[in-house]
C-alpha cells in the first residue's frame, strides 16, 4: 500500500470512446503527476500539480485533458485515443515541487489498452 | 540532451550479490533516486543519492560519482523476490525527475 490509489486498474477502449482515469493520495501532499510507461521505455512526465495548479505540460497531445479538483484527487480525461497510446499510466506525489530528496510515491496504474 | 542508461536485463542467483549501473548527462543535478518497481505494481523508491560516496539501507546500497556522471545499486545476499525492474534517475536543475528505461533483474535458484 503506497497511499496512492488508481482507479481503474484495467481499461480497454475504442478509439471513440471517452473515459477517465482517477487518481487519489491519503498521504497530504501537495504536488501530483500523470507519467505514461511505455515497455522498455523511460518514464514520461506528462502532467505536474502542485497546490491544484498545473505547472508542467510536456506537450502532450490535448486528447488527454488532465483535471485536479483539490490536492488528493487527480483526473486524465481521454477521448480519440491513438493505438500508440496504449501502455501503463501512473500517477504519483510527493511532498512539495522544487525540493532535494523529495521522493515521489507511486500507484500501481491503470494498464491501458486502445482498440 | 538530457539522457540515462542503464543495462535492458540482468540475470543472477540466489544468494549472490548484483550490481546495476546507472550513467547519466543531465542538466545540473539535484539528487540520483532508484526505485524498485515489480510486475503489474507500482515503483516503490529505494535510495536517494546526492552526493559522492555510498549509501547502505539494509541488503541494499547505492554508490554515487557526481564528476563520472556514475551511480550504482548494489544489491547483497539476493532472494527470488528481488526479480524486478530496477529504475535510476536524476533530478535536474529544475527539480525534474529524469528516468532511466529500468534494468529487470531475473533471480535464478
Known amino acids: 500500500e503506497t497511499g496512492v490509489t488508481q482507479t481503474p486498474r484495467h481499461l480497454v477502449m475504442g478509439m471513440t470512446n471517452k473515459k477517465s482515469l482517477k487518481c487519489e493520495q491519503h498521504l497530504g501532499h501537495n504536488a501530483m503527476y500523470w507519467y505514461k510507461q511505455s515497455a522498455k521505455k523511460p518514464l514520461e512526465l506528462m502532467f505536474v500539480y502542485n497546490f491544484k495548479e498545473q505547472t508542467e505540460n510536456n506537450s502532450v497531445p490535448s486528447r488527454f485533458s488532465p483535471e485536479c479538483p483539490n490536492s488528493s484527487h487527480l483526473f486524465l480525461h481521454l477521448h480519440t485515443l491513438q493505438p500508440e497510446d496504449s501502455a501503463l499510466y501512473l500517477c504519483a506525489s510527493s511532498q512539495d515541487l522544487d525540493r532535494g530528496l523529495q521522493p515521489q510515491h507511486f500507484g500501481d496504474g491503470t494498464r491501458l489498452s486502445i482498440l | 540532451g538530457q539522457n540515462i542508461d542503464q543495462p535492458t536485463e540482468m540475470t543472477a542467483t540466489e544468494g549472490a550479490i548484483v550490481q546495476i549501473n546507472c550513467t547519466y548527462q543531465?542538466?545540473?543535478?539535484?539528487?540520483l533516486f532508484w526505485y524498485q518497481q515489480h510486475a503489474g505494481e507500482a515503483p516503490t523508491f529505494l535510495s536517494y543519492?546526492?552526493l559522492d560516496g555510498l549509501e547502505e539501507k539494509g541488503r541494499f546500497s547505492s554508490f554515487l560519482s557526481r564528476s563520472k556522471g556514475y551511480s550504482y545499486l548494489l544489491l547483497k545476499e539476493l532472494q527470488m523476490k528481488d526479480s524486478a525492474s530496477y529504475l535510476c534517475a536524476v533530478m535536474d536543475s529544475n527539480y525534474q525527475l529524469i528516468w532511466g528505461a529500468g534494468t529487470k533483474l531475473i533471480i535464478k535458484p
Open positions: 543531465t542538466s545540473g543535478f539535484n539528487g
Open positions: 543519492n546526492v
